[in-house]
């Protein structure tokens, strides 16, 4: 059976994201958070659990939006620490609907997700990847 893939968060963490994803001068931006899963019949669902905000020069903004290995790591130890898997949300504040990623972001978020891997573990009973990307407020991949 093919299950269905969606994500959950609070208001207030919803609000938090919004808040650093959404910017006023119309650039894309990004942040991690953590997450855990749910599994049932039809759906497989991340929970969203807390925000792991940039600090100073661990992202960068250019019209698009970049983060550092530095930001990756800080993010993945603070998983590991509470059992979850990472996150990587990002905005298109002025497209409408999913937006594809290109080869160097599919490449770039992949070579992240191992690494993520390697510091937070596997969860094999649940066969649950521990990297997703969230493009806000669309929903994206899994890796």
């Not at 609000?15 to 599994?39: F, M, W």
């Not at 509470?82 to 770039?108: C, F």
């Not at 690494?115 to 649940?126: K, P, S, Y």
């Amino acid at each position: 059976m093919n299950r269905r893939w969606s994500s959950a968060l609070t208001g207030d963490l919803h609000d938090e994201l919004t808040t650093q994803l959404l910017r006023s001068d119309g650039q894309e931006d990004v942040c991690l958070a953590t997450y855990r899963p749910s599994t049932g019949v039809e759906r497989r669902t991340a929970i969203l659990r807390s925000a792991v905000m940039p600090h100073d020069n661990e992202r960068l903004v250019h019209g698009n939006a970049s983060f550092t290995t530095e930001y990756v790591l800080r993010g993945a130890q603070q998983a590991a620490r509470e059992g979850s898997g990472l996150v990587a949300l990002h905005s298109h504040p002025i497209s409408h609907g999913w937006q594809s990623m290109s080869r160097a972001d599919r490449a770039t978020e992949a070579g992240y997700a191992n690494l993520v891997r390697e510091i937070t573990g596997e969860n094999a009973d649940l066969n649950w990847p521990r990297v997703a990307d969230l493009s806000w407020p669309h929903l994206g991949l899994v890796w």
